[in-house]
């Protein structure tokens, strides 16, 4: 029931990630065996019951409120998508409830573990391979980027000479970031050890590579993070995303304006960038719970 037209709206047009279409696709699979089940032959004919009863049998299921809500988001998108083509008059998503998502605070490592961390990087990074994962490291904790982003990154989107990166974010939406002198001399290193390591190595492609001068792929760069984070005992998540909290964070607590934070993540709204907001106020508890004696 599903075209390849849908999946080629999701890449071309809405500019989703690989990862993303995927989930959307395996939702929309989900949905469609529902459909069969019930003898519904085309999405035509769905209505805001059958919707309904469909998030009555995934709840029953016990799926998290997280998940029902990005499985209707799929299906949500793929009604749209029908509507701007004729197939459909009605967008039977509208008018659903569901579960309210708990408020979940971004999880953040603390300064002391990032210094501890950094400071056994950079007495470590002599091989490519340790060069490289330092590297990793300073980028996400310099500038906030997406594992994605950090992926896509390229020596043309590196301008040594002003300082900043290009970076390409979600929709293909483009920002500059701003890096500092220590990061750009890092990476000048870098590209020397690339040089010498490959004759066949592109200045102009990817920066992150592989042992094998390849681009990096996304489960590389989570094992980097991921053994980098464990020996500093970071008790949190020790995925990429966590350094981008952790970016987001530290900015704050240093009183950065949260508009000016907001830039540099590459977020939409500055919906998204509150969240951090929240990181800040209990650090402010903690404080007045150790610090004021009518705590």
């Not at 995927?22 to 065996?33: C, K, T």
């Not at 793929?78 to 967008?91: I, M, Q, R, S, W």
Request: glycine letters at 6%; one cysteine or more.
């Amino acid at each position: 029931m599903i075209g390849k037209g849908f999946q080629e709206y999701l890449t071309y047009e809405k500019r989703f990630s690989k990862h993303t279409v995927e989930a959307y696709l395996n939702d929309l699979a989900q949905f469609s065996g529902y459909l069969n089940d019930l003898e519904i032959e085309h999405y035509y004919f769905v209505t805001t019951q059958t919707v309904r009863s469909w998030v009555v049998s995934l709840v029953e299921q016990g799926l998290s409120p997280s998940t029902l809500h990005r499985k209707m988001s799929s299906v949500n998108t793929f009604y749209k998508y029908l509507l701007k083509k004729g197939e459909v008059n009605t967008n039977p998503i509208k008018g659903i409830q569901l579960p309210k998502l708990p408020q979940r605070l971004p999880k953040f490592i603390e300064q002391k573990d990032i210094e501890e961390l950094m400071s056994n990087l950079e007495a470590d990074s002599k091989s490519f391979a340790s060069l490289r994962d330092r590297l990793v490291f300073e980028l996400f904790y310099a500038t906030g980027i997406r594992r994605q982003e950090l992926i896509a990154l390229s020596w043309t989107d590196v301008d040594f000479s002003s300082q900043q990166l290009k970076i390409f974010g979600k929709g293909g939406k483009e920002r500059n970031v701003p890096i500092g002198k220590a990061l750009i001399e890092l990476l000048q290193e870098y590209h020397q050890v690339c040089q010498k390591a490959w004759s066949a190595f592109n200045d102009k492609g990817r920066v992150i590579l592989t042992d094998k001068g390849k681009p990096a792929y996304p489960s590389l760069i989570y094992r980097i993070v991921n053994s980098g984070l464990k020996s500093v005992n970071v008790k949190t998540q020790k995925s990429p995303h966590a350094l981008r909290h952790t970016f987001a964070t530290h900015l704050l607590n240093e009183g950065a304006p949260l508009n000016d934070i907001k830039e540099l993540l590459g977020h939409a709204s500055l919906a998204s960038t509150q969240i951090y907001t929240h990181n800040s106020i209990e650090k402010l508890k903690q404080v007045f719970k150790r610090s004021h004696p009518k705590a």
